[in-house]
């Protein structure tokens, strides 16, 4: 065990000693490492932040139940112990339909236009914040709410929820797709990387081989310098990330006041920051494992 | 105990290095190969580390038929050889000492008995001393001597060296095949592929002659 744990701690420092070796090359790949993961990451901390807006912005999705023009007190309180024992409600609230007369009455201009009306035209009502604001359970609720009696509409508030649900959705796919074609650029830099260094210890591999090497042994630092390069490159692009959030925390905040809004800008949480470092290392483990079997499949 | 029996290496369309060669070497053997340049005698070495394979006939080591053996076997029938090549394939951005460690850290030896073993190898070819110069700041009589320290530092039990002395002068070379000597005296058994003989006559060793390919009795 102690072999097997001195073998891997020499391949890692011999790793860190190649990238040690050549500071300006290593510098320059990490930053093309960083800055093509950045736009992802990045992408990331503003669907993450978007959500978060979302989420403050005190619109949870509703459903109104009206009620028929004949319901009476029975028929309400039926109603509440049916909307009060179902799970899927997280919230309700009864609208008298003497109370929505006198909203509406204190409204500017209506005053005039329901005192010329025979009698009260607004139906009781019910405004019920459902615990699952999926637009298929928000549907499904609705559906079930048509059935009961005495309900003469039911309205659902879900068109916003659907927009915003479609929204993040494209938003998580273009992360995607942009973190895949991003990713191929940073396999593509480690497989140079790694050839290139390959070739310059060819004769070590040469010899290492003659001496009883196997490949686990041969190939071993050159993952790690591929995993390394690729986790420090996450790890400039979570810097550059930080730095793109700072810079725009205030803009974003002035631009939400403007909207009677709050919203500070979150940099990435740490379950991104944690994925987007081990996507990054894994990428560059891929791309020297990749250039490994293109270089180092030699009958030697 | 190593042994050819017809061993055949060819390349194609037309070359022949080896041609139904068979002998064998006991162990603790001290075997001179020798023969004209291009005879086959580096060929030989290069059968019996399994650097190459036979084109007809079988190369047993250790009753070990390594002309067939698969790929992810051969690196552990190399840490039983102990190789010095022609060209020493030192590696001269690494010290003395960094260089007779290779061969003990792709074997998995716990640092602190490898480094006693490097000591001991430095020993034996009298560089001690020299354990942080680089290759670059020895003479060539010291090169090999590295090369040898590398190649037994694993304590193999076969030595496989292709023509040691050659580059070196003649007091240089003496000390060089006194080493030799020594290693088969502990048991060590050491085949030398090489044109000049006469530097380890003293020793008597059993002598293969090569021509073309074959063994002139």
């Known amino acids: 065990m102690n072999a097997w744990l001195a073998q891997h701690f020499r391949a890692l420092a011999w790793a860190l000693s190649r990238l040690a070796a050549a500071p300006v090359n290593t510098l320059l790949s990490l930053l093309a490492v960083g800055i093509a993961l950045a736009l992802p990451a990045g992408g990331q901390m503003l669907l993450g932040n978007a959500l978060q807006i979302a989420r403050n912005a005190n619109a949870a999705p509703q459903v109104s139940l009206f009620l028929a023009l004949d319901a009476d007190r029975k028929a309400v309180d039926d109603i509440t112990t049916r909307l009060k024992n179902n799970p899927q409600v997280k919230e309700l609230r009864y609208i008298p339909r003497s109370e929505a007369l006198k909203r509406f009455q204190a409204r500017e201009g209506l005053a005039e236009l329901l005192a010329a009306l025979p009698s009260n035209p607004f139906p009781d009502a019910f405004v019920v914040t459902p615990r699952n604001a999926d637009p298929t359970a928000m549907d499904a609720l609705r559906d079930e709410f048509r059935q009961w009696p005495k309900v003469e509409h039911v309205q659902l508030d879900s068109a916003w929820v659907r927009r915003l649900d479609a929204l993040l959705r494209l938003g998580r796919t273009s992360v995607v797709v942009l973190a895949a074609l991003l990713g191929l650029g940073l396999v593509a830099i480690t497989f140079t990387t790694i050839r290139l260094q390959v070739v310059s210890q060819r004769a070590e591999i040469e010899l290492s081989r003659l001496l009883g090497a196997t490949d686990a042994f041969i190939c071993r630092p050159f993952y790690y310098f591929g995993a390394v390069q690729g986790l420090l490159g996450g790890a400039v692009a979570w810097l550059i990330v930080l730095a793109v959030t700072l810079a725009l925390r205030a803009p974003v905040a002035e631009l939400a006041a403007l909207y009677h809004a709050s919203a500070a800008l979150q940099p990435l949480g740490v379950p991104d920051s944690l994925l987007l470092l081990a996507f990054a290392a894994g990428l560059g483990w891929l791309g020297a494992a990749l250039s490994l079997g293109r270089h180092l499949r030699e009958p030697v | ?217």
């Open chain 2, 1 to 217: 105990m190593i042994r050819f029996e017809q061993v055949s290496r060819r390349y194609p369309p037309a070359g022949v290095a080896l041609d139904g060669l068979s002998f064998s070497v006991a162990p603790g053997e001290l075997v001179l190969i020798t023969g004209h340049s291009g005879a086959g005698k580096t060929t030989v070495l290069k059968l019996i580390a399994a650097i190459e394979r036979p084109s007809a006939g079988a190369v047993l080591v250790g009753g070990q038929d390594v002309g067939h053996l698969k790929r992810p076997a051969i690196p552990f029938l190399r840490r039983n050889l102990g190789l010095i090549f022609q060209d020493q394939k030192l590696l001269f951005d690494r010290s003395v000492f960094e260089n007779i460690m290779l061969p003990l850290a792709i074997a998995g030896f716990p640092p602190k008995e490898a480094a006693g073993r490097v000591r001991a190898a430095l020993d034996k070819v009298g560089l001690r001393g020299r354990e942080r110069a680089l290759p670059v700041a020895l003479s060539g009589g010291e090169q090999q001597r590295l090369a040898i320290a590398r190649a037994v530092v694993g304590r193999p039990g076969i030595l496989l060296a292709d023509e040691p002395t050659a580059h070196l002068d003649p007091d240089t070379a003496g000390e060089v095949a006194a080493i030799f000597r020594d290693f088969q005296q502990v048991g060590v058994t050491v085949l030398i592929a090489t044109c000049d003989d006469t530097l380890f006559a003293p020793f008597a060793p059993r002598r293969l002659v090569l021509d073309h390919g074959k063994l002139i009795p």
